[in-house]
């Protein structure tokens, strides 16, 4: 290693913060060490100090936090042997913010940005548990994301993906019912070139699109739905298909100005 970084004291958690990891990034992790490899103790030195090594390990995702604790005697000074290191692990805590900012982003119907928190995720070591709970939102978040843009196909080939027994306790009670409901209906779409859920699927989408503020977006699938609209009649009522139709049965004075369509 390179000489010890010496600085000046001072209780400004700020500075301390700054300096510390600055110091971690340039002596460990630009050289040849991952975050997994780093343990940071923080148990000498000031409250300011370890609180800003604390705050710099939880930044940069270390592996590990350790503070030393042990029993007291009367005097309130450590009994000898009694010393026992308590791990604390910065990833869990890096592994929370990004599923609470994944859940925000997945309520708000934002799918896609979703998946990009389950990017910066699987970048990190996850333990098995931990892992099977992010494939369960990445393979939500893909269905939900192309139900949304209307590709059917992908959504059919993401639900095999949806392992709801990998799901927390609360996120099982709470939304179980409604993915089971729901998980097939990209198949049945699929299924039904022409039918009135066709028709609610394009307007949910709509509805979707206003709540997320992209009012134009809203509106042109809006449009897009009354459109279909008139095609399922069409074809339900009268057996006719608009991408096919056969302009001879029109009037005469009529088919020249259809044919081009």
Partial sequence: ??????????????????????TIQHKL???????????????????????????????????QLNYVAGDRDEKGRPITGTERAIPLRPQAIQLRTHLQRFKSLFDRYQYGAARQIISLIREEHLHAKARDQVNLYDALARFYD????????????????????????????????????????PGRLRAQSHSFNRF??????ANRRAQGGAYNDAMMRLYRAFEYLAQWQLATDYGLDTSDLDVSQLPEDLREKYEKY
């Fill in 200 to 205: 609610l699927d394009l307007v949910e989408n």
């Fill in 146 to 185: 192309a139900w949304d843009r209307f590709d059917l196909d992908a959504a059919v080939e993401a639900k095999d993906g949806i392992d709801m027994d990998a799901a927390g306790e609360h996120l099982r009670d709470s939304f179980e019912e409604k993915v089971y409901y729901q998980r097939d209906w």
């Fill in 29 to 63: 992790l630009d050289q040849a060490f991952v975050p997994s490899d780093v343990v940071v103790d923080f148990t000498s030195g000031t409250k300011p100090m370890s609180t800003a090594l604390a705050l710099a390990a939880i930044d940069l995702n270390l592996n």
């Fill in 1 to 22: 290693f390179d000489a010890p970084d010496i600085f000046s004291f001072t209780d400004n958690v700020d500075e301390l913060y700054t300096k510390y990891r600055a």
